[in-house]
């Protein structure tokens, strides 16, 4: 199985190099030149198998390079005992024919750890392969939950190091609790004063500098990103569909052949877009839905076939879905336009240029043939917590509660009934002011970890021991730093 890129006709490669390089030269991201196909047998053997065995099966469809001793150390390490559950991902139900499917049991309680936790060993893997007695710099921009979970992937990962940048004041407290604690040898936490853009464009600005990679270079490094352009990022996010589905049968919720809909809470369309290669490898996917929440750039896009980011960006108690640019879109794009390169290039120049696109009627026929698309705002996000943990007592975080009220008004303006699967994205405690707010709580003079722990009281949920033992752990990262300081601080940290 080779990859190519979205941008670039000309370019073939092997997994290992799409995995070690991340982005390809020209702006492209990589994508497997075939799907390979997930059959009937495939998911009936997945019912009497562990999560790692079917992550450790749908990656040999895909790492076609690697050796299976190369891939079982990767699924082995990635999900163990380091998931709080047996089962790596739970699903729940709320009522008959509803199911939520958690992937928040991993070290961080986001579902950023479900590929995170992998990445570093198909990073090195990786790297030997193609890059052997290099050492590798992750640089990460987060938002928040990207950056505590690619810390806790590459913490002590040997050949490796990392350095995450958030926004001073665009992180929970939670968050930034998570970070600011990291413990390991190789990592590097700094918060910048600026939003997540500011974040963005600096790490960018340290990528493409040649003076910084010529100097980095001497030293035997080479820089890498964690971000859901990776195709190491993403490849894990389709194991969890397959595995869900065939849980879903293994528990006769489902008779095999039958579809369902996905819902997920969409920012920069990584998430989806695995269902969407899920479904395209031949899991019987009825609807995809696309839920935004007051960013919803998306659900203006999929409407219309109009991609327009000039517009307000808001700032929601769903932080980790506020952005305005969804990157893997243009992997969906590339393959509903059958692999037009140059449509590509002209659709993503403009977005550059302008800050707009509009695709072709054929692939917006497409788009609205696979994914119905829906947004709330923040309002309607505290809303749903509250009906969703009256009707049903079951806690929800703000990323997932966007999903349950996106997929309440497709039923009711589609009517449909298809069993459906809903992506929870985080544990609710890591939202948790905005979690108890919903619920009535009344926060005034508490501090985070009052709030969850009152949070507790009032839901007789449980607080997950990672988030907990944050409050006694000593602050290692405090450093703010002008956004035009982050080269010569990276340099710093790697060089010294
Ligand atoms: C990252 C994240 C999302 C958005 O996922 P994408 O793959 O970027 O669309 C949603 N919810 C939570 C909690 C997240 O951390």
Not at 211 to 226: D, M
Not at 338 to 359: C, H, M, P, S
Request: hydrophobic share 35%; net charge negative.
């Amino acid at each position: 199985m080779n990859y190519k890129s979205t941008r670039n006709p000309n370019i073939t490669i092997t997994s290992a190099q799409a995995i070690a390089q991340g982005l390809s030269h020209e702006g492209g991201l990589f994508v497997p030149e075939t799907l390979p196909e997930i059959t009937k047998s495939d998911i009936l053997a997945f019912c009497d198998k562990s999560y790692a065995e079917r992550a450790f099966d749908i990656f040999k469809l895909f790492l076609t390079d690697f050796t299976d001793e190369e891939i079982r150390h990767c699924v082995e390490n990635a999900y163990s005992d380091n998931f709080d559950t047996e089962n790596i991902a739970e699903i729940s139900h709320l009522l008959q024919g509803t199911y939520i499917l958690e992937l928040w049991h991993g070290p961080t309680c986001a579902f950023k750890d479900m590929a995170l936790q992998i990445l570093p060993y198909l990073l090195t893997v990786s790297a030997k392969k193609t890059i052997p007695d290099k050492e590798t710099a992750i640089l990460v921009a987060t938002s928040g939950d990207t950056g505590k979970a690619a810390l806790e992937g590459f913490k002590n990962v040997k050949g490796t190091t990392i350095s995450v940048f958030y926004p001073e004041d665009g992180v929970s407290d939670m968050q930034k609790r998570q970070m600011q604690t990291q413990e390991g040898e190789n990592v590097f936490v700094c918060a910048v004063k600026g939003n997540f853009d500011d974040c963005q464009n600096g790490v960018k600005a340290i990528f493409t500098d040649e003076k910084i990679a010529a100097e980095l270079e001497k030293a035997g490094i080479v820089l890498s990103s964690a971000n859901s352009i990776n195709w190491g990022r993403l490849s894990p996010q389709i194991v969890y569909y397959i595995s869900a589905y065939a849980e879903l049968v293994k528990n006769k919720e489902i008779e095999y052949g039958e579809k369902i809909n996905i819902v997920v809470p969409t920012g920069n369309f990584g998430n989806i877009l695995a269902a969407y290669y899920a479904k395209e490898m031949g899991l019987p996917v009825n609807r995809l839905i696309c839920a935004s929440n007051a960013n919803n750039i998306l659900t203006d896009f999929i409407n219309t076939g109009v991609y327009d980011r000039n517009r307000a960006f808001y700032t929601t108690v769903s932080p980790s879905m506020d952005i305005l640019i969804s990157s893997n879109l243009e992997r969906l794009l590339y393959h509903l336009s059958d692999e037009n390169t140059e449509l590509i290039n002209q659709w993503f120049t403009a977005l550059k240029e302008t800050g707009r696109y509009e695709v072709t009627p054929e692939v917006k026929a497409k788009i609205t043939d696979l994914f119905y698309a829906g947004c709330c705002n923040d309002t309607e996000t505290k809303a749903a917590i509250k009906d969703c943990f009256e009707s049903y007592s079951y806690l929800m975080d703000t990323h997932t509660a966007v999903a349950y009220k996106v997929y309440n008004d497709y039923k009711k303006n589609t009517g449909d009934g298809t069993k459906t699967l809903i992506a929870s994205t985080a544990n609710p405690y890591k939202f948790g002011a905005a979690v108890f707010d919903a619920l009535g709580g009344n926060a005034e003079g508490l501090d985070e970890f009052d709030i969850i722990e009152k949070l507790e009281e009032m839901t007789h949920t449980v607080i997950p021991e990672p988030l907990a033992a944050t409050r006694n752990k000593e602050i290692r990262f405090k450093g703010v730093i002008d956004r035009d300081k982050m080269p010569e601080t990276v340099k710093d940290f790697l060089m010294k």
